[in-house]
């Protein structure tokens, strides 16, 4: 069972479909090129961005950002209709359709 439309059908091409998007640098494979791109970047793409308060480097600023928002600020999203603390509001969003509206997408393979 996924959360959304989109989880469904990555679900069916990873896991039924069998679909990989090998590295054509390493022997890394990725199942989205989404992830390919962001590996290929992170791993032999240029400079890197260091968190100044653990070992975390990131390949972007905005993604360093990100983390140290999540993992050094403590900025959380909280949920309105219970005690849920989401660390994304995309995370936040998908905790009310899953939880408090029941939206669910459930493999038929």
Avoid: W
Wanted: glycine share 4%; hydrophobic share 25%; proline share 3%.
């Amino acid at each position: 069972i996924t959360v959304t439309k989109k989880g469904l059908r990555q679900h069916i091409r990873i896991k039924h479909q069998k679909v990989r998007f090998p590295c054509d640098q390493c022997e890394h494979s990725s199942t989205t090129k989404r992830d390919l791109a962001l590996h290929k970047n992170s791993i032999h793409g240029g400079h890197k961005f260091m968190c100044d308060q653990c070992n975390y480097s990131a390949s972007r600023k905005d993604v360093l950002k990100k983390h140290m928002e999540i993992n050094h600020e403590g900025i959380r999203y909280q949920c309105d209709q219970c005690s849920f603390e989401a660390k994304t509001p995309y995370s936040l969003k998908m905790h009310r359709e899953n939880i408090h509206e029941g939206i669910r997408y459930p493999c038929d393979q």
